[in-house]
């Protein structure tokens, strides 16, 4: 059984930063995508970042292209985002997900994420 187990986020103020990290277990961590998504009250739930099972190709949302980092450690079966510069725009819940079944695949944006952590508010106000 996948589990993902989400940590950082909370209250920032505008262009200021914060780190989330994702902890994963219960398969090989190294074999598969990890991303990192978002939902706003309102809206549907948004891709933020990817990367592939390698570490080594990103993708990242318009919205946030240049302010954040997805980052994977293969070794301690993490995956996190740094987020910098901020806006209230990007007030939402974030989640962790998992690429349901390893493709090996560069094309991290269109991977299935089967696998969700518990999401953690993050809210971006003065």
């Known amino acids: 059984q996948v589990q993902l187990e989400e940590s950082g986020g909370g209250l920032v103020q505008p262009v200021g930063s914060l780190r989330r990290s994702c902890a994963a277990s219960?398969?090989?961590?190294?074999?598969?995508?990890m991303a990192w998504f978002r939902q706003a009250p309102g809206k549907e739930r948004e891709l933020v970042a990817a990367i592939n099972w390698r570490g080594g190709t990103t993708y990242y949302a318009n919205s946030v292209k240049g302010r954040f980092t997805i980052s994977k450690n293969n070794a301690e079966s993490t995956v996190n985002l740094q987020m910098n510069s901020l806006k209230p725009e990007d007030t939402a819940v974030y989640f962790c997900?998992?690429?349901?079944?390893?493709?090996?695949?560069?094309?991290?944006?269109?991977?299935?994420?089967?696998?969700w952590g518990q999401g953690t508010q993050v809210t971006v106000s003065s």
């Open positions: 219960g398969r090989t961590f190294s074999s598969y995508a």
């Open positions: 997900a998992a690429e349901r079944s390893a493709s090996y695949s560069d094309n991290v944006q269109w991977a299935t994420y089967g696998y």
